[in-house]
């Protein structure tokens, strides 16, 4: 096999007129193959298939991650590869995703999108999204449930708990549990128009809060604040940890009931979120409007 810069070196030197037979002398090949190099000119070099990931590490879980992959389209390449962790694959992670990513390619580029930050201790996110779980303790029987969850816009620090109704009670006491989570409560809480939030509007398109909540507020001494109707991105830093959670938590596993499901969930947001770990700081009043994060 010639090299490229040899090549170049030949198809020069004929194009200044140097003969084979002098080329084959200089470069100590035989005149037929500097001819052969002549017609054949410059071509494309041609590869070989890619292999995906590391064969003699990756190779023996090809199988068990496209099962995964058809038996659950969504989950993330974190998850599974903590599974075949867990089985012995002993390689890199980016070997994984670049494996999954060839089995299931991305549907286009995504848009560019400007973040909206706020400062430290300003502004958490609330809000609820439905699951269909069947329990172990109940099978067959579908049980729709629903994941609270509160952001801080800062840190993106998470709050998260499964509850089974998305009403008021359930709405209070998660925010009771969160501010017992973070040590504190942020200067405003961002919502949606849910029910259980925000009631409706006065003549003046002013926005009208639940009784209950306004009453929360006060105690612990934050502002509620209605979210713009038809722009989710408003609330993005909250709506987006729900499709993480959905696939690299909720997908692929049983649970016995709510209480081992919210218990899987905690363990989860210690040992795999990032940012859902208690923020390094000195615990202050749950009325302190100041949330260090």
């Known amino acids: 096999m010639i090299r490229l810069g040899e090549l170049m070196m030949i198809l020069e030197l004929h194009r200044q007129g140097v003969s084979i037979s002098a080329i084959a002398r200089r ?65 890199t992670y980016t070997a994984v995703k670049r494996f999954l990513a060839a089995i299931r390619p991305e549907n286009g580029p995504k848009p560019f999108e400007v973040r909206f930050e706020t400062p430290p201790g300003v502004q958490a996110q609330v809000d609820f999204a439905r699951f269909v779980v069947e329990f172990t303790d109940e099978p067959g029987v579908s049980r729709i449930v629903w994941l609270f969850s509160l952001v801080l816009g800062h840190s993106r620090f998470l709050f998260a708990r499964y509850v089974m109704h998305q009403d008021l009670q359930s709405l209070l006491r998660c925010h009771m549990q969160a501010f017992e989570a973070l040590g504190g409560v942020p200067i405003e809480i961002l919502y949606d128009h849910m029910k259980t939030a925000v009631t409706g509007e006065d003549d003046q398109g002013h926005i009208i809060y639940n009784r209950s909540l306004l009453a929360l507020a ?76």
């Not at 064969?55 to 068990?64: D, I, R, S, T, V």
């Not at 909720?250 to 016995?256: A, Q």
């Not at 919210?262 to 409007?289: E, F, G, H, M």
Request: a positive charge.
């Open 27 to 91: 470069t100590g090949r035989d005149p037929k193959a500097i001819r052969k190099y002549i017609e054949r000119g410059i071509e494309a070099p041609v590869y070989g298939p890619r292999m995906l990931g590391r064969p003699n590490k990756l190779a023996p879980y090809l199988e068990f991650l496209r099962e995964r992959v058809t038996a659950f389209p969504d989950l993330t390449a974190a998850r599974l590869t903590r599974e075949i962790r867990e089985l012995g694959y002993m390689g």
């Open 218 to 293: 006060g105690h612990y001494r934050f502002v509620p604040r209605a979210c713009r109707p038809y722009r989710a991105k408003t609330k993005r830093k909250v709506e987006r940890p729900f499709s993480y959670i959905r696939k690299d938590f909720f997908l692929g596993r049983s649970f016995r009931n709510l209480d081992d499901l919210n218990v899987q969930l905690i363990d989860w947001l210690d040992t795999v979120k990032p940012y859902a770990s208690r923020p390094d700081r000195t615990k202050s009043s749950l009325a302190d409007p100041q949330v260090v994060h």
